[in-house]
Nanobody, 124 residues
Framework: QVQLVESGGGLVQAGGSLRLSCAAS????????MGWFRQAPGKEREFVAA????????FYEDSVKGRFTASRDNARNTVYLQMNSLKPEDTAVYYC?????????????????WGQGTQVTVSS
């Protein structure tokens, strides 16, 4: 069984930075990749970023390109999302998820496990 726990959220002013972490439980963890999603009040959940577990290849939503960076530490079963130059529109609950689906487009597909989310609030 896979359990994911996000941390690192908080309140920050526009232009500031935060680093989110997502730790997976257990000593055996080998997803195809990990994704970051967010959901703002009254809006649907949206894709933010993803990183392949093996090669560390990253993918980003256009709105965060150049500002957010996904990374991973396989030995620690942990993925990160470094968020710089934060904007008020980045305010949302951020979730990490694990995908075991082997596909070239896995990061846009089905995710098998989800964390509980961590709140990110950016003030103007």
């Amino acid at each position: 069984q896979v359990q994911l726990v996000e941390s690192g959220g908080g309140l920050v002013q526009a232009g500031g930075s935060l680093r989110l972490s997502c730790a997976a439980s257990g000593r055996t963890f080998s997803p195809y990749g990990m994704g970051w999603f967010r959901q703002a009040p009254g809006k649907e959940r949206e894709f933010v970023a993803a990183i392949s577990w093996g090669g560390g290849r990253t993918f980003y939503e256009d709105s965060v390109k150049g500002r957010f960076t996904a990374s991973r530490d396989n030995a620690r079963n942990t993925v990160y999302l470094q968020m710089n130059s934060l904007k008020p529109e980045d305010t949302a609950v951020y979730y990490c998820a694990a995908s075991f689906y082997v596909s070239s487009t896995w990061y846009r597909g089905k995710y098998d496990y989800w964390g509980q989310g961590t709140q990110v609030t950016v003030s103007s």
